[in-house]
């Protein structure tokens, strides 16, 4: 392979790897004879060198196949090779084209008992396991464990000429443009929906991946599918640009020295997000999951452990609070089993969350100064002290910074400061009957119609009449953390950033003793400052900086 002789960045990375052990079962492939296969106990192999490949798959279905404490003697002598479901029957076959004689499969090398020992160890050692694999066979088209993955695919190149026209200098110039329908095609196939899965891809030096309408090879130091029009782009960080699960996350913090510390915060938060979009079984295990990512980001920007605050950091922690609900997930939650209530992890977490986060602005990068909050202090209390980068217990996050206070009405913020004095309140119309089924969605509040809002202004104010107007509703955008907006309730609005006449941040709500909980994310709208008030006063951000800075303790 290609990728053994000749890549450079793969063959230092191997070389990282040396100290290793074993998975303790594997499937032999040598012993295959008759349509009868064996798995062997790896302590009895007296090879040096054991090269072996891993299936990463969808499970799904074929219970009856697992290997248990039940079968495992049996099936160290020999079984039937059809007792394998279909998608690891492809795999044998995969991995015997790679010339390999093993592979490991965890539903067939681990005994499958509830209170197996063996399932603990080869789960700690898994990012080992992947790494020092010869090949990573993706079965990413398999919905199941019996779907199979070698299916013959569409292999034509469907190609369209256009005839375009140009004028270049006062000419007109005839032209064609030819385009080709195949390509290299980034989709989200079954495989990438599991978030265990994503540790393997992000562990695996190499990976094969079968996909729905091509075959992808990928390493550390390039990517070839066979739907390739023309050449890839040759740097592999050109590539991860565009993609979206970031399966190369380790990878592209690590391999380039030119990434700058900015480069890979954004990195993060790009995965952080991919991440939040996968679906997983147990809510309690999405911190677990994301774990690896974690520590390769730690080791890559040479932050200590201490740094990491349930998927935050703390070097990082005023855009890191700033995640808000993706609404494009309509879907909702990414869990099978939503907890009733979400106190596994610290609100201000995006692990809190059962659905898919996203940053507003990536672009928030190099605007220190703009961050008016400020982070005191963060403790958190990890499940397992000897797993920093895992789930966490609990997390009390303390801040300082500009703060409102508001009345969510069940429809939009209004102000509770009480701005007394000069200002006046511009009149509200009252609430009609289906006013809260908004058309922007039910999470999205809004401000009043403009052109109404306008009309009332003007019906209370002959339009000369000059006045220091500020209405009473906060002119702000909230994605509130749930899928529906909470009942009307206080609520305080945090600025973590202030730029230019405009303010974002998170919403709070009171719990007790003294503590309070994210429930959204907001930032003023800038439109009003061309509506009602006509002359530019930024009203969210200046009600926001009204107040002195204020201290929140945030569970
Ligand atoms: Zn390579």
Redesign the pocket.
């Known amino acids: 392979m290609d990728?053994y002789k000749n890549?450079e960045i793969?063959t230092k990375l191997r070389k990282k790897l040396l100290v290793h052990r074993l998975p303790k079962y594997l499937i032999d492939l040598e012993s295959i004879h008759n349509g009868y296969i064996r798995i062997v106990d790896t302590e009895g192999i007296q090879e040096d060198n054991v090269q072996y490949s891993i299936l990463s798959y969808s499970w799904g279905g074929g219970q009856h196949s697992k290997t248990t404490s039940g079968n495992l003697k049996k099936r160290l002598v020999g079984f039937p090779l059809t007792d394998l479901p279909m998608t690891v029957q492809h795999a044998v076959t995969v991995t015997q084209a790679f010339r390999l004689c093993y592979l490991w499969v965890d539903a067939i090398c681990i005994p499958q008992d509830p209170d197996g020992r063996l399932i603990q160890q080869e789960l700690d050692a898994m990012p080992e396991l992947y790494a020092k694999a010869t090949v990573v066979i993706s079965a990413a088209c398999a919905a199941h464990s019996n779907a199979g993955f070698l299916e013959p695919r569409d292999q034509d190149y469907h190609q369209y000429d256009l005839p375009v026209s140009t004028v270049d200098e006062g000419q007109q110039v005839d032209g064609r443009i030819t385009l080709f329908e195949r390509g290299f095609k980034k989709q989200r196939e079954p495989v990438d929906m599991r978030i265990w899965t994503e540790q393997e891809r992000n562990n695996a030096l190499?990976s094969f991946r079968f996909e729905s309408e091509q075959v992808v090879w990928r390493?550390?130091?390039?990517t070839h599918a066979d739907s390739d029009v023309d050449m890839l782009p040759p740097y592999p960080d050109a590539y991860n640009a565009s993609t979206f699960d970031g399966s190369m996350f380790p990878s592209m913090l690590s391999t380039t020295s030119t990434r700058n510390y900015e480069g890979n915060l954004r990195e993060y938060l790009k995965h952080t997000s991919d991440f939040s979009k996968r679906q997983y079984t147990s809510f309690d295990d999405r911190l677990d999951a994301f774990a690896r990512s974690a520590s390769f980001m730690a080791r890559d920007m040479g932050w200590e452990a201490s740094q990491y605050k349930a998927g935050l950091w703390m070097k990082d922690m005023q855009r890191g609070l700033m995640w808000c609900r993706d609404e494009r997930w309509t879907n909702g939650s990414t869990a099978d089993d939503v907890p009733m209530n979400m106190t596994l992890v610290p609100s201000w977490s995006w692990a809190s969350l059962p659905s898919a986060v996203q940053w507003d602005d990536l672009n928030y990068l190099d605007w220190g100064s703009c961050y008016s909050l400020r982070v005191s202090e963060c403790k958190v209390k990890v499940k397992c002290p000897k797993k920093p980068y895992h789930g966490v217990e609990k997390g009390e996050l303390t801040v300082e910074g500009y703060a409102l206070n508001v009345f969510w009405d069940g429809r939009e913020l209004v102000n509770r400061t009480g701005l007394c004095g000069s200002v006046r309140r511009a009149s509200r119309p009252t609430l009609e009957p289906g006013a809260f089924n908004n058309p922007q969605g039910p999470s999205l509040a809004r401000t009043h119609d403009k052109e109404e809002r306008k009309r009332s202004h003007e019906s209370a104010f002959p339009s000369d009449h000059q006045v220091s107007l500020e209405p009473s509703v906060l002119p702000a955008k909230v994605i509130w953390d749930s899928l529906l907006p909470p009942e009307p309730q206080d609520l305080t609005c945090l600025e973590i950033l202030g730029f230019g006449g405009s303010s974002s941040g998170i919403m709070l709500s009171y719990t007790s003793g003294g503590k309070y909980k994210r429930s959204g994310y907001f930032a003023t709208e800038d439109e009003i400052k061309s509506g009602l008030l006509g002359g530019g006063s930024k009203v969210g951000h200046h009600w926001l900086r009204q107040g002195r800075c204020r201290k929140f303790c945030v569970i």
Not at 219 to 222: F, S
């Open positions: 990728c890549h793969c190499c390493c550390r130091e390039t």
